[in-house]
C-alpha cells in the first residue's frame, strides 16, 4: 500500500461525506465533485517536474519555476470520468485530455475497450486517469495497460473511492502506478459496488438509472 495516497485533507472528507448522502440532488453531487476533484489535483500534481525559465517581471529580468516537458493528459475512463475532468482543469487549464471506453464482457467479466482517443505525442507526458471508483479494478488496470503502450514519462491514477479488492487488483497489475483517492472502503457488494460507498457515480453525476 505504499503507493496508495489517501487524500484526508478536512475539505476532502467533508465534501465526499455530503455526496455519500443518498438524498443529495443530481446537482449538487456534480457541484461537489467539481471542487473535490479541484482539491485533489492539487495533490496528485504536487511532484510534476520543474524546469527554471528567465522572464520579464515590470521591474527586472528573473529566473522562476515551470511545470517542465509536455503538457499534462487527463484521460478519462468514460463515462463517469468526465465529471472528474472541469475541477483538475481549473488547477491544470492547459491540460490535454483523452478518453477511453470500456465495458464488462458479460460472459467473461473482462474489461473490452469500445472508445479510445488521446492527443498527439503522448510519448514522454504525463498521465492522470480519472475515474470516480476503483471497484473490481479490472476496468483501471486494463485502461493503464493501453496507456503503456503509448510510452509516457509517467501514469497516476485518481478516484473518489477505492474498494480494498480493486487496489488489490491495479497494484498487482502496475505496481509503479501511484492511486490518489479520497476513501478506501470496506469492500465490494455481490453486484461489484463498493461499500458502504455512495451508490453509481455515473448515474449520480448525470442524472440517470
Not at 489535483?41 to 528573473?62: F, K, N, S, W
Amino acid at each position: 500500500m505504499s503507493n496508495v495516497h489517501v487524500i484526508d485533507h478536512p475539505l476532502v472528507q467533508h465534501k465526499l461525506t455530503l455526496m455519500r448522502k443518498k438524498d443529495a440532488s443530481t446537482n449538487s453531487f456534480r457541484r461537489l465533485l467539481g471542487e473535490l476533484s479541484t482539491l485533489m489535483a492539487y495533490e496528485v500534481t504536487r511532484d510534476m517536474p520543474l524546469q527554471d525559465v528567465t522572464i520579464e517581471t515590470p521591474l527586472e529580468t528573473m529566473t522562476a519555476k515551470m511545470i517542465d516537458g509536455k503538457k499534462l493528459v487527463l484521460v478519462s475512463i468514460l463515462r463517469a470520468g468526465n465529471g472528474f475532468l472541469d475541477g483538475m482543469l481549473n488547477v491544470v487549464p492547459g491540460a490535454r485530455i483523452g478518453h477511453i471506453g470500456l465495458y464488462r464482457d458479460p460472459a467473461t467479466l473482462q474489461p473490452v475497450e469500445y472508445y479510445f482517443k488521446m492527443p498527439s505525442e503522448m510519448a514522454e507526458r504525463d498521465i492522470i486517469v480519472v475515474d470516480p471508483m476503483l471497484a473490481t479494478g479490472n476496468s483501471a488496470a486494463a485502461a493503464v495497460q493501453r496507456l503503456k503502450q503509448l510510452q509516457p514519462r509517467s501514469i497516476k491514477f485518481v478516484c473518489l473511492l477505492a474498494a480494498p479488492e480493486g487496489v488489490a487488483t491495479l497494484q498487482k497489475a502496475h505496481p509503479e502506478v501511484p492511486i490518489y483517492t479520497a476513501a478506501i472502503d470496506r469492500e465490494l457488494n455481490d453486484h461489484g459496488y463498493i461499500l458502504p460507498g455512495l451508490g453509481d457515480a455515473g448515474d449520480r453525476i448525470f442524472g440517470t438509472k
